[in-house]
């Protein structure tokens, strides 16, 4: 009964081959984000999704992007992936701001190694 | 300057003692304060939420706030090895920043 499925949970691409990862919810949530996270830093947010309505950290890189099809799934398009874009990729999920409750609700994530 | 400051650890604490993780912010204005526990490998797994100074407990969970010094700290009772992770600071400004996180290693 996973509530935030991200696939596939390790993927493997060549260096300025894109890839697309995927991340789907059940939550019905608003709000859909990727972070980024490296060894040993923190999760560092891409962008996010409310509703519809896109929102991209400034010092997100041109080479990722995101689309979001519909209320449930949310991909990760890396258009020409290099060695230090190896990582860990997070979907969260999470409602709209209200009275401090908002809380991510984080899929497995999707480990990415660059060769 | 960071904006989620953490000690990176690791932090070892014999079985059954109280592990004591800090986090300092930078944001007067944050409201909203998050600890998640990171098991190598895995996504981060929200364990406490604290809005109000003072403290929260939630088993052998106890966070702490005080937002005049700007720091928020997670006590963990009893410790077990099953404890042993990453614990991940969040503060909620405009948007949910994550420290780097302190590595916690209970040993029996």
């Known amino acids: 009964d996973a509530m935030v499925i991200q696939n596939p949970r390790y993927q493997v691409t060549q260096f300025g081959k894109p890839v697309t990862l995927s991340c789907s919810q059940t939550?019905?949530?608003?709000?859909m984000y990727w972070y980024q996270q490296k060894s040993s830093q923190a999760p560092k947010l891409l962008f996010h999704y409310y509703d519809k309505d896109f929102n991209n950290e400034a010092d997100t890189p041109d080479n990722f992007q995101s689309r979001r099809p519909n209320t449930s799934f949310c991909f990760l398009d890396i258009r020409s992936p290099g060695l230090g874009d190896a990582a860990m990729y997070l979907c969260a999920t999470s409602t709209p701001r209200a009275a401090q409750n908002e809380k991510l609700f984080f899929g497995s994530g999707t480990q990415l190694s660059v060769l | 300057q960071k904006e989620v400051e953490q000690n990176s650890g690791p932090l070892s604490v014999p079985e059954g003692a109280i592990a004591s993780l800090n986090c300092t912010y930078s944001?007067?204005?944050?409201?909203?304060f998050f600890w998640y526990r990171q098991y190598s490998g895995k996504s981060p797994e929200l364990i406490m939420s604290?809005?109000?100074?003072g403290d929260k407990e939630d088993g052998r969970f106890t966070a702490q706030l005080n937002k005049a010094s700007q720091y928020v700290s997670l006590l963990i009772r009893d410790s077990q090895p099953s404890d042993s992770a990453t614990y991940l600071c969040?503060?909620?400004?405009?948007?949910?920043?994550f420290g780097t996180g302190t590595r916690l290693q209970v040993f029996p």
């Open positions: 944001d007067r204005g944050s409201q909203s």
């Open positions: 939550l019905n949530h608003n709000v």
């Open positions: 969040a503060v909620d400004t405009d948007k949910l920043i």
């Open positions: 604290i809005y109000s100074n």
